[in-house]
């Protein structure tokens, strides 16, 4: 069974940073591009960050650049997002994304471009 988990979510103040994760069961993530999503309540469905399966290339959306770090662990089959300085804004449900091709540029931040999806994990920054 083909399953994306987001993890790592919760509570922060501005400023702060957290980590999330995407683990993957019953496929083999290395061989996917991976996304981050967001949305916010009342708010369509934002790409925050995507990498390559083929060579890990990395993009990243205007709002979150400098701030946020996607990465993937092969061996864990998991793909993270780093994020730092958080604001207010920050704040939404966050979903990892996979597909097997990988698409270049802000052509991967596309909701439309990605088979398979998590449940989300709740993200807010607030003081």
Do not use: H
């Amino acid at each position: 069974q083909v399953q994306l988990v987001e993890s790592g979510g919760g509570l922060v103040q501005p400023g702060g940073s957290l980590r999330l994760s995407c683990a993957a069961s019953g496929f083999t993530l290395g061989y996917y591009a991976v996304a981050w999503f967001r949305q916010a309540p009342g708010k369509e469905r934002e790409g925050v960050s995507c990498i390559s399966s083929s060579d890990g290339s990395t993009y990243y959306s205007d709002s979150v650049k400098g701030r946020f770090t996607i990465s993937r662990d092969n061996a864990k089959n998991t793909v993270y997002l780093q994020m730092n300085s958080l604001k207010p804004e920050d704040t939404a449900v966050y979903y990892c994304a996979a597909d097997p091709r990988s698409r270049i540029g802000r052509l991967c931040l596309r909701p439309s471009e990605y088979r398979f999806w998590g449940q989300g994990t709740q993200v807010t920054v607030s003081s």
